[in-house]
């Protein structure tokens, strides 16, 4: 037994079906011809279980129209109301009841009539459950919006409603016209405003006085319009007009969409060409993707690539140069709070962080100094390459940043690390003699303007040069530091997070001239060369060696590596003397007379030290003297 016919089940109030139901008798009993057929006694629509003798009789209905008129009913039921509007559900059964009013006879639909007058004796429709409704309750707000508007459309035949179709169908036709007679007009001016030409001086006044905040729309299409002059700028630029003056207006709307300092943005066109620096511009505006650092003093890649899948972590390799780096694409727990982090099976640590202990190369039982630590990933990185064996000491000047230093690598199982707070400058006396030393030095941060936004408009000349400075410094120091005798040593690797010229080969070809070191390659399959001309700057030609990695090609922070080997712990002096002896002949002619009051002060410089000498000393020296010169004759 089904669930409607299960008669134990408790009656509920009329359904959306039984009301439309209701309304559709309703609306045929109007509309049927009062004098021939008389009063239409009311009928109430019964459930599934009581049969055929309780439905009205459609046969003998149809019989009671006139001839030669058709029913407004099956005029409306033609155009889409009446049984249109219940829907294929209504539809199923109505042609069911007319199939089976049909096959029966015409005594029993009569009989029916009969017993639903008896029952139906009120006036007052009651549905299948017993709930009593009236006729305005009973019509839906779309069933009385129809009933308004039959009056006026019920003379309404096909051909009327196929004019109306026609009519519409040539509006659209009109519309379409209008299209298609605006798209060449739209067309012409796109190919006008293709040909870009610099504004005026005024132009651009009125511009800052309007637009308070500028109109990021129309400076992007100005830049665009810029570039395809400047890539061809014979062709395309306008009469008059110096490339000057295009770069200049680049230049400004680049640091107005940007937002960078008008300082920062000359730096970078000068290093960058035009099309490759909006490239950088653009992907400083994206974050670099999240990655970390296995810790094989702990576990296997693999093992917690599974574990971390497991937690909800999407990821993967971080790429064939790395054996330790995955990538983390989305993840439903925090990355750096996973019962993994907590017991050190990896570390949170960029991927351009782990190249310059890869050009290291550290082996096991060696004496290593990583001069400016903090935080502490590349540290740990060298610790799991030497697998905890020999000397790791990890200095850095801020002992602020030494306390997240001395976290990570007790959190990680480092045990063979040393942790140190002095001047980086000062380290050749504090300790020196290392086979290896990794100097991550202090820089403006260009390389991370995606972590630190900031960088865009705080850093000018000052800045820059003031770290050229202790770069300088720190780098000589790390040279003096090294041992060249060593077995297995004698590498420095320099590397900074800045791309500035004056921060990485700048400070790599003054140290190239000060110290017995020259540069090796860095044993990175990838990375830009770094540069041996800049403007009017020549570098030396090894140069060539050292590695640029940018945000825009390798998806990494900026970075920059240079690796020097060390041949020699002779501090080359300078050679300035030789260089003013040779100038000054030359300048002056009667310079050969010069020499002789140095002689007068060498002489009195040797009487000085004979009176200091005690006198049997004095003696003997006088007893040489007089035996030298008889010799001399």
Not at 127 to 141: H, K, R
Not at 472 to 483: G, M
Request: glycine content about 8%; aromatic content about 6%.
């Amino acid at each position: 037994m089904g669930r409607k016919l299960d008669p134990t089940r408790p009656k509920s109030g009329p359904g959306r079906k039984a009301r439309k139901q209701r309304g559709a008798e309703v609306e045929l009993a109007r509309f049927l011809p009062p004098g021939k057929s008389g009063p239409v006694p009311p009928h109430r629509t019964r459930c599934r279980r009581c049969g055929l003798a309780d439905r009205p009789p459609r046969v003998s209905l149809q019989s009671r129209r006139p001839a030669g008129r058709s029913s407004p009913v099956t005029a409306g039921r033609g155009e889409g109301s009446g049984l249109a509007r219940r829907g294929p559900k209504a539809k199923k059964t109505a042609s069911k009841r007319n199939s089976m009013e049909l096959s029966s006879d015409g005594e029993v639909e009569e009989g029916s009539w009969e017993m639903e007058e008896e029952d139906g004796s009120s006036e007052e429709m009651v549905d299948d459950y017993g709930a009593s409704s009236s006729e305005e309750e009973e019509l839906l707000p779309i069933e009385k919006a129809a009933l308004k508007q039959k009056p006026d459309r019920g003379d309404l035949s096909e051909d009327d409603s196929e004019e109306e179709e026609e009519e519409a169908e040539e509006e659209s036709r009109q519309k379409l016209g209008q299209k298609e007679e605006e798209g060449p007009d739209l067309q012409i001016n796109l190919d006008i405003d293709e040909q870009f030409k610099l504004p005026t001086s005024e132009q651009i006044e009125k511009e800052n006085i309007l637009l308070s905040p500028p109109d990021l729309h129309t400076i992007h299409q100005r830049i665009k319009g810029n570039m395809e002059v400047l890539q061809d700028f014979v062709v395309k630029r306008e009469e008059g007009r110096t490339r000057q003056e295009y770069l200049a207006l680049l230049r400004r709307d680049m640091a107005a969409y940007y937002s960078y300092s008008d300082f920062l943005l000359t730096k970078l066109m000068d290093i960058f060409p035009l099309p490759e620096l909006i490239n950088f511009l653009e992907a400083n505006e994206v974050p670099r993707p999240v990655t970390i650092r296995t810790n094989t003093l702990k576990t296997r890649r693999r093992d917690l690539a599974q574990a971390l899948i497991n937690r909800g972590v999407n990821l993967d390799p971080l790429g064939k140069w790395s054996k330790t780096g995955l990538v983390i694409y989305d993840s439903s727990v925090p990355i750096g709070a996973t019962p993994e982090y907590l017991a050190g099976h990896y570390m949170l640590q960029g991927a351009s962080s782990l190249l310059p202990v890869m050009a290291l190369a550290p082996q096991e039982n060696e004496r290593i100094l990583d001069m400016c630590c903090a935080p502490g990933g590349k540290t740990s990185y060298i610790a799991q390459l030497m697998k905890n064996t020999g000397t790791i000491l990890a200095n850095d000047s801020n002992a602020e940043r030494l306390r997240s230093v001395v976290g990570n690598l007790h959190r990680l199982g480092v045990t063979n690390t040393v942790v140190s707070n002095c001047d980086g400058r000062q380290f050749p006396k504090v300790l020196g003699g290392f086979d290896r030393v990794l100097l991550d030095a202090p820089c403006s941060g260009t390389g991370v303007i995606s972590k630190d936004p900031a960088v865009k408009t705080n850093k000018d000349e000052k800045d820059i040069l003031r770290c050229a400075h202790l770069q300088k410094e720190l780098i000589l120091s790390a040279i003096d530091s090294v041992n060249a005798a060593s077995e297995t040593g004698g590498y420095i690797v320099y590397c900074t997070c800045s791309i500035m010229v004056e921060e990485n080969e700048w400070v790599v070809d003054y140290a190239l001239k000060k110290r017995n070191v020259r540069l090796v390659a860095t044993g990175l399959d990838f990375g830009k060369e770094g540069f041996t001309r800049f403007k009017d700057r020549r570098f030396h030609p090894s140069l060539k060696s050292t590695r640029r990695f940018y945000p825009h090609t390798h998806n990494m922070d900026g970075f920059f590596i240079a690796k020097f080997k060390k041949f020699s712990n002779a501090i080359p002096q300078a050679q300035k003397e030789p260089a003013v002896e040779a100038a000054a002949p030359s300048a002056v002619p009667d310079s050969a007379m010069e020499p002789q009051p140095k002689k007068k002060k060498l002489e009195g410089s040797k009487a000085d030290k004979e009176q200091k000498l005690p006198q049997p000393a004095l003696k003997k020296k006088h007893s040489l003297q007089a035996q030298r010169k008889p010799l001399k004759a």
